[in-house]
């Protein structure tokens, strides 16, 4: 066989079933290997796009997601992707084209170093000049990849590479299992808790995983902490759960930071520095247990004290088993605080102002999608409102970057989830911006057939910037700009618009757009006045209880 046979080969034997992405001349012999394998070719309009929906699959499954662009322009439009992937923890193949290394005609028509380029981006970066070390190189960035913290790698194959013949053959794909943290620490971190006054969970990033959730459910029945999360770690726990506080939409001073500011010991479990801080350190103040499956890297506002390095699910199991009664715990604050947040937050909102208000979107969002269903949600100012507002009921339910941040995301995440979960109820939430960014994969979703659901927030502005701009006291410039007709522009593509009217409307809009098969977009005027209101005022005349 050729060089690209052998890595199609390599990519089946790691379990492979679809591939992102845009060919290009340097591909077609990996896409001829392609065409006659099981492995399916999911071709986009964008790479960026691709790099997004594999990055994806890598966080709903845990496997790496593969993508596919040629080389030049095609393996820069990766870049993005691939930091989103990095940043985010998600295990990504990105395969890019090159021409022949060994004999070329072309000068350096189109060529850049794209491997350099990938260096400080990704975990392992590599150009294959050999086809007999296809194996052995799929194998290792397979390993690489999906190791903690997962992340993208990057192979480069040659065109000549591609085509040259070899005898190789796959290598096993062997089970490793993570080292299990040291006995003294789990102890000293089980000390600590049972002698705290007032302790609380944390759970972040790192512990979304199936194994993970079960231990965490049973931590929290045996001690009766309460408990927090990042905007990443959103759902792991029912949010619904009697002691959950919710989100940690901002990084201080909303009623979540009530609790934060009076607990004497939070244990951390999952947290990276890479996300937003949920919540700042100072010296002197709470004690932090960082139970990950690294050690911490220390901030300027993460400075854990104590540490549980090793396998997060083991050290949950045999911190269960090792915590006794937390007779100390003062819950009594804890509830007080619950009690103002599902008062002042998660109360349902029935404003009939139109354009919609943040809260009333939310409310509706929520009481339609199914409690199995998932909420796709690019960056905006509508993501702190999500985050803060939106119960999540499940793991992976609401996929949101907290990480690079990345605007664009939104519509791929939301094919991606349903090419994973096809049964599954799928939400796209896009500002204006954000949705014009990959707005052209609406005909990759058309294509697929796919029923889905995208919802277009309309401010006519790049509103979360807007919104800081006049926090500053700077005058209002460079941040406003014009739209298409979204109804048009969906059917444009063979979906279906709708755009909401009038407040109310959203509801029975978005419940009826799961009942039909197809593509909907629904164009939906948001009005951002209630971010001064709330995230400012409201809370700066907040009162913590005593």
Known sequence: MNGAELFIKCLENEGVEYIFGIPGEENLAFLEALRKSDIRLIVTRHEQAAGFMAATYGRLTGKPGVCLSTLGPGATNFVTSVSYALLGGMPVLFITGQKPIKKSKQGLFQIIDVVHMMEPITKFTKQIVNATIIPSLVREVFRIAIEEKPGPVHLELPEDIAAEQTDGEPFAVTEVHRPIANKNAILKAAEIIQNAKYPLLLIAAGANRKATCHELYEFLDKTGIYFFSTQMGKGVVDERHPRSLGTAALSEHDYIHCAINRADVIIVVGHDVVEKPPFFMVHGGVKVIHINYYSAKVDDVYFPQYEVVGDITESLNALTASIGPCSQVDFAYFQRIKDEIEK????????????????????????????????????????????????????????????????????PAAIASKIVHPEKKIVALCG???????????????????????????????????????????????????NPDFVKYAESYGAVGFRISKTGELLRVLENCFTIPGVHVLEVSVDYSENEKVFIQELKNKTCLL
């Open 344 to 411: 002042n937050v998660f109360t349902g909102c029935d404003v009939h102002t139109f354009p919609n208000i943040p809260q009333r979107i939310v409310n509706d969002v929520r009481k339609a999608v199914p409690v199995d269903g998932i909420l796709s949600l690019d960056n905006g100012m509508y993501k702190l409102w999500f985050a803060r507002n939106y119960k999540a009921y499940a793991s992976n339910t609401v996929l949101l970057d907290n990480a690079l941040a990345s605007m664009g995301a939104g519509l």
């Open 432 to 482: 204006d911006g954000g949705f014009m960014m990959n707005s052209q994969e609406l005909e990759t979703a058309v294509r697929l057939n796919m029923d889905l659901v995208v919802i277009i927030l309309k401010d006519d502005a790049y509103g979360m910037i807007k919104w800081k701009q006049a926090g500053m006291g700077l005058p209002d410039f460079g941040l406003d700009f014009g």
